[in-house]
Structure formats: C-alpha cells, structure tokens
C-alpha cells in the first residue's frame, strides 16, 4: 500500500479508522433496513443507530489523536499511565492524580502535566501511544471530553489546568 498511496494519506486514514468503520456499518444497517421484512429490517435499524451511536467517541479519539512522532512512548496499563522517554520518564496512578494541566511553549510544543502527591509527570502530547490519553483522561469525575479535546488543540502559550481533584486524597483505601 506504500506505493499506492502517499504517506500523508495513509496517515489521515489510520488516523480515522474507527470513523470510517463506523460509517460503513451505518451504511450497511441502512442498506439491511431496505430489505423486505420487519425482523430483517428490524436488525438492520438497531445495528445502524449502535453504528451511529459508536461515531461520536470514534470522532472524539481522531481528532485527540497526534502522529506519534514525539520523543517517548506512552501505555495506559490497569489505570497506570507510563511514560518512557529519552532522557526522562516515569509512572502515575489515574486514582492517584491530583491536577491534570497542559503546557505549551511559544515554540508550539505541548505536553500533559500529571501531578500527584510528590511527582509531576510532563507526557508530549504528541508521544508515541499518546492517543491511549483521552480515554484515561475522560475517566477523571468532572473532566469533559470537549475541554479536553479543546486544550489539546488549542494554541494558547502557557501552562492551562484542566482538571483538579475536588478533594484531597485519603491517606488510606
């Protein structure tokens, strides 16, 4: 497929995926819904809707999503977000966050500042594996997808807290 298509559309494809696989359901519920009879017809409703239902976070994660080309790589293993990067790099607990902010410098370099008592971990936000974020991210009570997909987005210089724990942290579980 390299040869056929440039890399750039290969990327805006695997980028949106999910959306496009989605859509193709929804038209395939819709052409099954044409067909003679309610059972059949029926079926052809229900998966069309799900489809439909299944574009919205489709959507949200594309446009989340970063090429990956930052230094370090991130994984999202059993609500632990770790970090691997070149000179840095480190582990926090979803349950264990605090403040959830992102910094961009003048240059146009943006990275996730998670902090928890005694660390703050600073994530590119376009590091390898980074998109796993927004569905992390949205786990936090209170923390909408739309700020979130609008500060990864945006272009406003400085450091902007998203998200911070109403309450502070029990000393035990």
Known sequence: MSGFLRPEVVALLVRWREVI????VVVLGLWIAASPGPIVQGFGYVLAVVAALALIPAVRRARFASDG???GVVQ?????ILYMGPL???AV???DLTALAVRR???GTAAWLLTEPG??????VDAAGADVLFDAFTTLPGLGAQRLLAARQGS???EQVLWRRASPLALTR
């Open 119 to 124: 660390q703050v971990l600073m994530v590119p």
């Open 88 to 90: 840095t790099g480190g």
């Open 76 to 80: 999202v293993i059993e609500g632990r």
């Open 105 to 107: 410098d003048p240059d």
């Open 21 to 24: 696989g989605a859509c193709a």
């Open 93 to 95: 607990s979803l349950g």
């Open 69 to 71: 080309q930052g230094p």
């Open 156 to 158: 406003r210089s400085g």
